[in-house]
């Protein structure tokens, strides 16, 4: 059975925060961002998981980037991150919650921080580079990967990660949460297949469809840096204790919902901007 993806009353509740809380209270994400000019992308992400209610963000990029991105960030921390050894050593900090490692990383460094950031267990989003960078040898990733991950490919990223899934899909053979689930089965972890049609299935069989079409369409998420706003949405829900799968669908209909908010002539950059209406408009 497939879930079709709607607000229900439990996720928006969960959207909620407490009046005891603080920041500490709802996690801390860490995104990493890829080196001197590559940094958007990772801001984008960092943005986007501070906007949806993760307590604290850190962007950590090479010690070469810092000026480019602290020129950027303000609400948004910053770190150097030179290498995967510093990377294990931040996960002496029980309060980081979530990784958010992909987008703009490039495909070096993400051959060297993804293993790094699986080692640590921490609730974890893979887009983009820390896809794409294992494409000759998938079976790197899933042997790594946990229950607490999602992977947010495209179809490109999801041709090679699963290209025999990706051949079915393509040839009408499977239907989409078909492969979706799959690939799920395969990886051992949340994977979320993005289009107008989005799938969504975990490593246990549970499947949700978000159909943003029709009177849903949100034809405006055709930009350059909308997948990267989602997988910080995703990664900030899962650093405020969301479940891998959950983050996915809350944070998918977010993302649709903040699009069809703004409207025509949205950017990347809108996303983030545009969530506080929508979470003042369904009552959060």
Same mark, same amino acid.
């Given at each position: !059975?497939?879930?079709?993806?709607?607000?229900?009353?439990?996720? =928006?509740?969960?959207?909620? %925060? #407490?009046?005891?809380?603080?920041?500490?209270?709802?996690?801390? &994400? &860490? $995104?990493?961002?890829?080196?001197?000019?590559?940094?958007?992308?990772?801001?984008?992400? +960092?943005?986007?998981?501070?906007? $949806?209610?993760?307590?604290?963000?850190?962007?950590?990029?090479?010690?070469?980037?810092? @000026?480019?991105?602290?020129?950027?960030?303000?609400?948004? !921390?910053?770190?150097?991150?030179?290498?995967?050894?510093?990377?294990?050593?931040?996960?002496?900090?029980?309060?980081?919650? *979530?990784?958010?490692?992909?987008?703009?990383?490039?495909?070096?460094?993400?051959?060297? !921080?993804?293993?790094? +950031?699986?080692?640590? %267990?921490?609730?974890?989003?893979?887009?983009?580079? +820390?896809?794409?960078?294992?494409? =000759?040898?998938?079976?790197?990733?899933?042997? +790594?990967?946990?229950?607490? $991950?999602?992977?947010?490919?495209?179809?490109?990223?999801?041709?090679?990660?699963?290209?025999?899934?990706?051949?079915? &899909?393509?040839? #009408?053979?499977?239907? %989409?949460?078909?492969?979706?689930?799959? @690939?799920?089965? =395969?990886?051992?972890?949340?994977?979320?297949?993005?289009? *107008?049609?989005?799938?969504?299935?975990?490593?246990?069989?549970? *499947?949700?469809?978000?159909?943003?079409? #029709?009177?849903?369409?949100?034809?405006?998420?055709?930009?350059?840096?909308?997948?990267?706003?989602?997988?910080?949405?995703?990664?900030?829900? !899962?650093?405020?204790?969301?479940?891998?799968?959950?983050?996915?669908?809350?944070?998918?209909? &977010?993302? @649709?919902?903040? *699009?069809?908010?703004?409207?025509?002539?949205?950017?990347?950059?809108?996303?983030?901007?545009?969530?506080?209406? $929508?979470? =003042?408009?369904?009552?959060?």
């Amino acid at each position: !059975m497939t879930e079709h993806i709607t607000l229900t009353e439990t996720r =928006r509740a969960a959207l909620s %925060k #407490g009046v005891a809380g603080h920041k500490y209270s709802h996690g801390h &994400l &860490l $995104v990493l961002a890829g080196g001197l000019g590559r940094g958007g992308a990772a801001r984008l992400a +960092a943005r986007a998981g501070l906007r $949806v209610g993760a307590g604290l963000v850190t962007l950590a990029c090479p010690q070469v980037s810092l @000026a480019e991105n602290a020129a950027h960030l303000n609400a948004v !921390m910053l770190i150097a991150l030179p290498d995967a050894y510093t990377l294990r050593g931040l996960f002496s900090d029980t309060r980081l919650t *979530a990784l958010c490692l992909g987008p703009g990383l490039g495909l070096p460094r993400a051959q060297e !921080m993804v293993p790094a +950031a699986l080692w640590g %267990k921490r609730a974890t989003v893979l887009d983009a580079d +820390a896809l794409s960078a294992f494409e =000759r040898e998938p079976e790197l990733l899933f042997n +790594a990967t946990h229950e607490n $991950v999602v992977l947010t490919p495209h179809l490109g990223e999801f041709r090679r990660l699963f290209p025999d899934l990706a051949e079915a &899909l393509e040839a #009408g053979e499977i239907e %989409k949460r078909d492969a979706t689930r799959q @690939a799920a089965a =395969r990886a051992g972890c949340t994977v979320l297949l993005k289009g *107008a049609q989005t799938t969504i299935a975990d490593q246990n069989g549970s *499947a949700a469809l978000h159909d943003a079409s #029709g009177e849903l369409a949100a034809p405006w998420l055709a930009t350059a840096g909308a997948g990267d706003v989602l997988a910080g949405l995703i990664a900030g829900l !899962m650093a405020r204790g969301f479940s891998a799968y959950e983050a996915a669908c809350t944070g998918t209909w &977010l993302h @649709a919902a903040c *699009a069809r908010q703004f409207g025509p002539g949205l950017i990347a950059e809108d996303l983030p901007e545009a969530l506080p209406a $929508v979470l =003042r408009e369904i009552g959060v």
